[in-house]
């Protein structure tokens, strides 16, 4: 399965220095650790730099699951999956219970993670204040100082504008009472899903060359007032698959004449739920 | 003037000013500047393009960190600090604070991308300040104090005249009651008219809060207009100091005779 790469794809040396980036990451939680990305076979902004995270941690026993919005089953999420498969040789499962590693772009699973999963982000952007301060050297010196009063300048300016933070995703929070981080563009619904998680989160930003990491049990605050305190996303309807009510819905677009429906973005809890639906239907029944 | 009838004895200076050089090269922008600030004092600096004016407060502000001398200012707990030896955080926290700076160039103070509101809010979201309602209720009484119609507090400042984006840039210093403000030029670049008003704006409430003010002008109408007392640069050096109306109408210095004789009188 492997032949002609070595074990996933990168060379021993470069999986150690990814692999001291994300020690250090992991040591100083929220910080963005440089590390030295490689070109890897496919573009910039399909996941570079979580591949190359995923590609320094997985060894031959672990099962890995790769989600893209939620669903296993998307391009993204079946091309990276099966460069794993091919150049690791590694078993790969769309249930999250049973995987080792997951690597995700937009989501965090609904089913709640332990303490043996490991789950990579893809970030297209690792700075949190880019937007506000355009500097490298002056958002360096904000992180050093924890000066992050123009995060909350960003929230002040969407209350004004819409009456609510407007901010949808990557929701800015703040790690273990000190760093600003950028939780990639997962939406705000799975924010409080970070905080305290069992799992280790990493975060690879292969563009930018950066790795930033979530221990596991570390506290995960999203940015607030206390006028204005953070809330998730909720929906006035339920899953039309499973009926699922506690889950983030995607609406889905059926038709021509304004058809629509909301559907789990998570593919697997989805398709779980339905499982056991029909199960419970059918003892029911009998 | 006035200035006298403030100061009493046990009155430690709010900023003491010793030796300050600065070097740009193998030039010196500026160089030996030595001065006391007293609370509430207002002191301007005056001389020509080129003297140095600038690039001293530049270097009394922390904007830039001077080659020479130190830079001393009485906290509020009336311990002294040595702007230029504190940890740079304690810096960055004392400007935000006890400081105020405000640029020739509105451009250079405030935030385009956010709202009025927004930019008067920072300061105080800086210092910690957390309930939406409150900052916005602070912000809207400073834009209030510095005639800016509240109505207009959600609009950027790109829609702001030039005379108003000035307000708001002061509005957006003076919401954390600094005790110093550092002003460049704050009313270069404004029409006769708009500057009256900003000057009387100014210096009624320099008297309300009790500021104490640094401004550089080129204007010696503004310096007599505004300050206790006035130092006079020229080449990088302070070469005239004194009560503004003591130099003003009894120049001492050449180049103060010639900076006062210069001045066309209507």
């Known amino acids: ?277 029909h199960k419970d239907g059918q003892e029911k029944a009998a | 003037m006035n200035a006298i009838s403030k100061l009493t004895a046990t009155d430690a200076p709010l900023l003491s000013v010793r030796g300050i050089g600065k070097r740009f090269g193998n030039r010196m922008a500026c160089r030996d500047v030595s001065f006391d600030l007293w609370p509430g004092e207002v002191l301007a600096i005056v001389g020509e393009s080129g003297a140095g004016k600038t690039t001293l407060l530049r270097n009394l502000c922390g904007d830039q960190v001077p080659d020479e001398g130190h830079v001393l200012f009485a906290r509020r707990d009336g311990s002294i600090s040595d702007v230029y030896a504190i940890p740079e955080p304690e810096r960055r926290i004392l400007m935000r604070t006890d400081w105020g700076i405000i640029h020739q160039n509105p451009r250079d103070g405030l935030r385009y991308g956010v709202s009025a509101g927004a930019n008067v809010g920072e300061r105080l979201m800086a210092v910690g300040a957390r309930n939406y309602a409150d900052i916005r209720r602070t912000a809207a009484s400073w834009l209030q104090r510095l005639e800016i119609d509240v109505a207009r507090m959600d609009e950027l400042p790109i829609a702001f005249s030039g005379g108003m984006q000035q307000r708001l840039q002061i509005a957006r210093n003076l919401v954390t009651q600094p005790r110093l403000v550092f002003m460049d030029e704050p009313t270069g670049g404004l029409d006769v008219s708009v500057q009256a008003k900003l000057l009387d704006l100014l210096r009624s409430l320099v008297g309300e809060l009790g500021l104490a003010a640094i401004i550089v002008t080129h204007d010696l109408a503004v310096a007599r207009l505004l300050a206790d007392r006035l130092m006079v640069m020229q080449g990088g050096r302070a070469v005239e100091l004194g009560l503004t109306d003591q130099v003003l109408d009894d120049p001492q210095h050449p180049y103060t005779q010639l900076l006062v004789s210069s001045v066309l009188q209507i």
């Open chain 1, 1 to 277: 399965m492997t032949a002609g790469y070595n074990f996933a794809y990168l060379d021993e040396q470069t999986k150690r220095m990814i692999r001291r980036a994300i020690l250090k990451a992991v040591a100083i939680p929220g910080y963005q650790v440089p590390f030295g990305s490689r070109e890897m076979p496919l573009p910039y902004g399909w996941g570079t730099g979580g591949i190359q995270v995923t590609a320094s941690i997985i060894g031959s026993h672990d099962v890995l699951k790769v989600i893209d919005q939620g669903a296993d089953d998307t391009t993204n999420a079946v091309s990276i999956r099966r460069f794993f498969a091919n150049t690791a040789g590694v078993e790969t499962t769309t249930r999250t219970t049973d995987a080792t590693i997951i690597q995700t772009r937009h989501r965090i699973p609904e089913t709640p993670l332990h303490a043996d999963q490991i789950i990579v982000f893809q970030v297209p952007i690792p700075e949190p204040l880019r937007w506000l301060e355009p500097r490298e050297s002056e958002t360096r010196q904000m992180h050093a100082y924890a000066d992050y009063a123009v995060m909350h300048v960003k929230l002040y300016e969407d209350i004004a504008r819409y009456g609510h933070i407007a901010t949808t995703y990557d929701y800015p929070v703040i790690v273990n009472g000190r760093y600003l981080m950028r939780p990639s563009p997962i939406p705000k619904f799975d924010n409080p899903k970070m905080d305290m998680n069992p799992a280790l989160m990493l975060f690879g930003a292969g563009r930018e060359k950066r790795i930033y990491a979530v221990p596991p049990y570390t506290s995960v605050k999203s940015l607030d007032f206390e006028d204005h305190p953070f809330t998730i996303e909720s929906w006035d309807t339920s899953c039309a698959l499973c009926g699922a009510t506690d889950a983030f819905l995607d609406e889905v677009i059926t038709d021509d004449r304004g058809g629509k429906m909301f559907v789990c973005s998570d593919s697997d809890h989805c398709a779980e739920r339905s499982v056991k639906n």
